[in-house]
């Protein structure tokens, strides 16, 4: 049951990377073929986060109540035919419900991935640990994506609706593994009431705000690196910008993916993750001011490889830190609660980054980026002081 359930895990994360990371790496063609400029890619982008965040509200505390076997189905046939939807469109409008029901998939999925895996790895102990070394897969989403998209298009020069239904497929593959699959029971008891009362504990409330910031900067990056690069390419007159663009998005995931198997080595990872956040915050506030000061592409790539190492563990260490402090039977709560309120800073900022870049640059409008790690330092200082008392069950 053990190896089948791992995989389970480990894939769910690697296909929530896919859903996150694909407006990103088509987001160059897919503005050329349905004629859209950055507002309106944008709000695509925005709507996705938009049904990540209405989903997140409930399927944390669905996935307590009726098990992790149907959400996982959901997940991986909703990725599934989002994905494939976008393959086809020919529409803004269809390329919209693509995204809506894409974020129905890789909320599912997310929830599967990031509550089995601290249950799974490492005994069930060590909860930061073991999301950091699940999470190196969503890592792996973030490398393989990029890559695989630009030998199809820029490559192999095929149209980029055939890397798009390839990755729908493999998403059915995972689907059906699920079916065979035996994964733990749901709570023996559970109430929803139960759940509700965790939205007063401080310690959710400010992993919640952690997220928030996380989710909005990670979401930014993943959005809009590819244009971000092709900005510093064409100013150098560099051949080949959207090729070599899509590059630097797989070596963003690499350095996340790196990131996080480093982090996994370390023992007591838990005990030490807020401290962990904090130093990160500052690295990443380092790496998007050469982002923003950059002139040569070299300079913009070695910030956004930094800015990859130095969010790898944030998200993990938010997540495990904050699941030692409650029982393993609200997991799927919790997650379902921290994750919802950070989607919705994934739902505003890559959308406004994308206003604030018509008629200018996204390079320019990175800024608020800045103004948001600093709010993440702030509150890392708080997110290991606060529920470390007892561990709450009921």
Known sequence: MKKKTVFIALTAVFSVAICFIILGAISIDLMTALNLNAGLFGTLVMSFYISCTVVQLFIGFLTDKIGYKPIAVLGFVSASLSIFLLAVATTFTTALIACIIMGVGAMSLNTVGNTLIPIVLFKGKDQARASNLGN??????????????????????????????????????????????????????????KAIKLLFKPAILIAALALFCYSSLEATMGTWINKYMEELYIAKGIAAPTLKSGMVLSLFGLAMMIGRFVFSTVKDLTKKGAKVISLMSILSLFGILLMIFAKEPIVGIIAIFLIGMAFAPIFPNIVGVTYAKFDPSLYGSIFGIIYAIGMCGSTFLPKYIGDLSVGATVQQSLSIAAIIIIILFIISLFIGRIGNNKKYVS
């Open 136 to 193: 190196a897969f969503f890592g792996f989403g973030y490398v393989l994506i990029p890559l695989f998209l630009t030998l199809i298009v820029k490559i192999l020069n095929l149209q980029y609706s055939v890397a798009l239904t390839i990755i729908a497929a493999l998403l059915l593959i995972f689907a059906f593994f699920v079916l065979f699959t035996v994964f733990p029971k749901p709570s023996i008891g559970y109430e929803f009431s």
